[in-house]
């Protein structure tokens, strides 16, 4: 019988291949010893670098920050903004000229040294420098195209949709800005700029200027977006409670008795203690554009009211009006009722005998319904109508001026610094017309309209030849006949009646940014 017999292997043998083992073992985990270790530091010092990027990118941002958060227009250099992370630099540049476009660059050093620079553009805007509509996918209409031919657009206008550059119409000065429509010249007779003073134009739709007599900088295709101004119920009510809170200001009173106490001779001439209050009740005001007490000034509505001494204008003087100019034994020249009104047919200030009522206003006037001005008025003061419904205006209206040898001073109340704000959330639609008759420069003639005007709605002019000088903020403009002239008032911003939606300081909207090491 045949038998195979296993032999064992000696145990030397089996102790090599034992020992072969844990060495390769031990390899493997100092390979991954030394990987791992290497992989930590690595992901250490690139997060090290991320924290130091970081670092000073959070300083540049700061830097950036902090002139926003401070900007002031004409101010450019800042100090170095100081973080616990590191220093800021800073550089302010105007890109945009009277557009208002700014780049502000911002160099960040940590405290590691590591550098980082951020680029922010932005606008700053006053919308009360411009004529301003801007709700809704079209917001300037008259038919299907916009303005009618041969008006004139005078200085910055921001529009939302389509504008069209019709025949003998022109746009000046600038800068233009069309959001969310087209630009299109539709006649050799179009002209925007001159070759002296370009229109900077901003347009983020189709731009097509191949007709007419065309000078502008860009197209730029980035365009801020600028909402008109909030008009809220609380709003109203606050211009209301301002309007009554001023109905006491110690001027022109009709008591004539001079030892009556100061608190009872404060009432005004109206003879009542809201006389800036027009309303139902004082404790609450109707719902927005539904008030139901009208101010009907002029031929139809009310008569005079009010009292105020000799006003002494650019060389003129107006004449004393009202029920009483004796006050204590003093005569009040140069003083008047913050709201008052003459209504003479004899008052003929301009060459040519034409009648003109005169409105006092200073602070802020509350009519918890629609405005209704009748005849042509000129205002003296500075002052806001707050209106709960629809404004009419059928006469012209801007600030007192009178004609010498022909020639009218004061036309647009600079002289005076003399504005009247008008503001509804309802339309606004004007009737006057007639001063649009082509003087070079433009900004000589005598406006139909001159001031401050703010509507949460529709401003209609209804006729051919208005002219308006100052700013317009609207949800839409509805130019129903040619040769309408809007012309803007530089000065206006610094001398802006009270109670005025977006009025004070301008508004910041932000642009594009980078940043790189």
């Excluded at 009277?98 to 620079?117: F, H, L």
């Excluded at 006649?187 to 189709?206: F, M, P």
Aim: aromatic share 10%.
């Amino acid at each position: 019988m045949f038998s195979m017999k296993r032999h064992r292997a000696p145990a030397s043998s089996e102790d090599g291949i034992a020992m072969i083992t844990v060495l390769g073992v031990m390899t493997v985990v100092t390979v991954l010893a030394i990987g791992s270790f290497v992989l930590a530091k690595q992901a250490l010092f690139d997060a090290d670098r991320a924290e130091d990027e970081s670092r000073a990118f959070r300083v540049a941002s700061a830097g950036i920050d902090s002139v926003l958060a401070t900007f002031e227009a004409g101010v450019t250099s800042y100090d170095p903004v100081v973080t616990p992370d590191g220093t800021a630099t800073i550089t302010l540049e105007s890109t945009g000229g009277d557009a208002g476009e700014y780049e502000i660059v911002s160099r960040g050093v940590g405290i590691d040294g590591s550098t980082e620079t951020v680029v922010q553009r932005f606008f700053y805007i006053n919308l009360w420098e411009m004529n301003f509509a801007g709700t809704g996918s079209q917001s300037l209409m008259s038919g299907s195209s916009g303005m009618n031919g041969s008006s004139n657009i005078w200085g910055p206008f921001y529009i939302k949709g389509n504008l069209a550059v019709e025949a003998n119409m022109s746009i000046m000065e600038g800068p233009l800005f069309v959001k969310g429509g087209n630009i299109v010249t539709t006649s050799a007779a179009s002209d925007i700029g001159t070759q002296d003073k370009h229109v900077r134009l901003y347009c983020d739709g189709d731009v097509d200027l191949d007709k007419g007599n065309v000078y502008v900088d860009g197209p730029f295709f980035s365009v801020p977006t600028i909402e008109l101004p909030g008009l809220t119920y609380d709003d109203m009510r606050a211009y209301a409670l301002v309007a009554q809170a001023q109905s006491r200001d110690d001027k022109m009173s009709r008591l004539t008795n001079p030892d009556t106490a100061t608190a009872n001779r404060e009432v005004e001439s109206r003879g009542d203690s809201t006389y800036k209050f027009y309303g139902e009740t004082t404790s609450t005001i109707n719902p927005m554009g539904q008030g139901s007490t009208t101010l009907h000034l002029g031929t139809a509505g009310a008569g005079s009211f009010g009292s105020w001494g000799s006003v002494i204008t650019t060389g003129q003087v107006i004449p004393a009006g009202g029920q009483t100019l004796l006050y204590d034994g003093a005569t009040y020249n140069g003083v008047y009722d913050d709201f008052a009104y003459w209504d003479n047919p004899s008052f003929t200030p301009l060459h040519g005998g034409e009648h003109w009522d005169l409105l006092y206003i200073s602070g802020t006037v509350f009519v918890d319904g629609p405005l209704v001005i009748d005849d042509h008025v000129m205002y003296i003061g500075n002052g806001t109508i707050v209106a709960n419904g629809p404004v009419t205006l059928t006469g012209a209206l801007r600030p007192y001026s009178y004609s010498e040898d022909s020639v009218v001073v004061n036309k647009v109340g600079e002289d005076n610094k003399w504005a009247l704000g008008i503001v509804t959330p309802s339309s606004i639609t004007m009737h006057a017309s007639g001063s649009n008759n082509g003087f070079e420069p433009i900004r000589d003639q005598a406006f139909d309209y001159a001031g401050a005007y703010y509507t949460d709605g529709t401003i209609y002019i209804t006729h051919p030849g208005t002219s308006l000088r100052g700013s317009v903020l609207s949800n839409k403009m509805d130019f129903a006949d040619p040769n309408t002239d809007l012309v803007t008032n530089p000065l206006l911003p610094t001398y802006l009646p009270d109670s005025l939606p977006g009025g004070g300081e301008g508004i910041i909207t932000l642009g594009l940014w980078s940043r790189h090491q």
